[in-house]
């Protein structure tokens, strides 16, 4: 007799969300285009690849892609991931749906950045909303894990 072994994800997801900080965007641009004026803005260098784009698969014969984006800051420890949360109508964390990116901020300073980071984006105009968002108000972390 077979029993199943189930992968318990709970330590993943703490140790993956140790140290950070999310921003949860609003805006209509295109995920190269967003990337693009947030290079300009931040001069920072957010690179898509393919790889590491998010797979969700809701069921069997579903599969979705959502693009990520990457930029590790030069000589230092943080690092900051974009995930765009939409693909063909579906949402990757149902639960801010109305959200088009997540700005995820690796980093022992984390929060502090992610309060300087929101001022910013709210004063560009192709942004409509940005606001930290708390990792106790998302039930699908895991989804987010690479």
Not at 60 to 68: G, R, V
Not at 96 to 123: F, G, H, V
Request: glycine share 2%; net charge negative; with cysteine.
């Amino acid at each position: 007799m077979s029993s199943k072994l189930v992968l318990n994800m709970s330590g993943a997801t703490e140790d993956f969300f140790s140290d950070t900080a999310m921003i949860g965007i609003g805006s209509a641009m295109p995920g190269y285009r967003f990337c693009w004026a947030i290079n300009r803005d931040f001069d920072f260098d957010f690179v898509r690849e393919p790889e590491y784009d998010v797979e969700y698969r809701p069921a069997k014969d579903h599969i979705h892609f959502f693009s990520l984006y990457q930029y590790e800051v030069p000589y230092s420890s943080c690092k900051h991931l974009l995930y765009q949360l939409r693909s063909e109508k579906k949402a990757l964390l149902p639960e801010i749906k109305q959200l088009d990116y997540l700005w995820l901020i690796c980093s022992p300073t984390a929060n502090e950045e992610a309060r300087m980071i929101t001022e910013n984006l709210r004063n560009l105009p192709e942004i409509q909303l940005a606001q930290i968002i708390p990792p106790d108000r998302l039930k699908n972390l895991n989804h987010l894990i690479i």
